[in-house]
T-cell receptor
Framework: KNQVEQSPQSLIILEGKNCTLQ??????????LRWYKQDTGRGPVSLTIMTFSENTKSNGRYTATLDADTKQSSLHITASQLSDSASYICVVSPYGGATNKLIFGTGTLLAVQP | GAVVSQHPSWVICKSGTSVKIECRSL??????MFWYRQFPKQSLMLMAT???????TYEQGVEKDKFLINHASLTLSTLTVTSAHPEDSSFYICSASWGQGWYEQFFGPGTRLTVL
């Protein structure tokens, strides 16, 4: 069964600190993996998209890594800011199929405190 | 670029009424639009996929007669919740894409529906 699991479910860090969010998936065959940031009451915003051949991709203070062999990904946030408080969702896109539905993780809720 | 808007951003209605939610791609032509529903503290759940000019494909368990989807143009899709009931209260999010496959999906800001 195609699944995406994220850990931790929630995380509290102090402003300026770094943190790493984890994502494990069982989706196969695999096309690409995406990280989204979703502010409360808003739609998700794309942070990174990686295909199976990419190991790392950065977007400002966000750096995503991918290990397609172990089916694991991480999202590292550097020098956190209060505005980073949000839910971070790992999404995997299966390969092939007519609709290519996205498989969503349940998200990690990050709270950055001053 | 790649902006998707939704209207309204929130709506409150009485049980039994119908509500229409619009999803627009503002600066690109979206051949495919997706409708999701999200309950509190849960992830997005795909309701249906619609391609411009054709009937929507609904996910298993989603009543197509209750959730009417119209993708009449390359920039507009609508979701109508017919005879809404309190259990339909949720956060509805659309996304738009240039196509299927691994194309990026751009999400709208969501619509909060509360049925009294």
């Amino acid at each position: 069964k195609n699944q995406v699991e994220q850990s931790p479910q929630s995380l509290i860090i102090l402003e300026g600190k770094n943190c790493t969010l984890q994502c494990n998936y069982t989706v196969s065959p695999f096309s690409n993996l995406r990280w989204y940031k979703q502010d409360t009451g808003r739609g998700p915003v794309s942070l990174t998209i990686m295909t199976f051949s990419e190991n790392t991709k950065s977007n400002g203070r966000y750096t995503a890594t991918l290990d397609a062999d172990t089916k694991q990904s991480s999202l590292h946030i550097t020098a956190s800011q209060l505005s980073d408080s949000a839910s971070y969702i790992c999404v995997v896109s299966p390969y092939g199929g007519a609709t290519n539905k996205l498989i969503f993780g349940t998200g990690t809720l990050l709270a950055v405190q001053p | 670029g790649a902006v998707v808007s939704q209207h309204p951003s929130w709506v409150i209605c009485k049980s039994g009424t119908s509500v229409k939610i619009e999803c627009r791609s503002l600066d690109f032509q979206a051949t495919t639009m997706f409708w999701y529903r999200q309950f509190p503290k849960q992830s997005l759940m795909l309701m249906a996929t619609s391609n411009e000019g054709s009937k929507a494909t609904y996910e298993q368990g989603v009543e197509k007669d209750k959730f009417l989807i119209n993708h009449a143009s390359l920039t507009l899709s609508t979701l109508t919740v017919t005879s809404a009931h309190p259990e339909d209260s949720s956060f509805y999010i659309c996304s738009a894409s240039w196509g299927q496959g691994w194309y990026e999906q751009f999400f709208g800001p969501g619509t909060r529906l509360t049925v009294l």
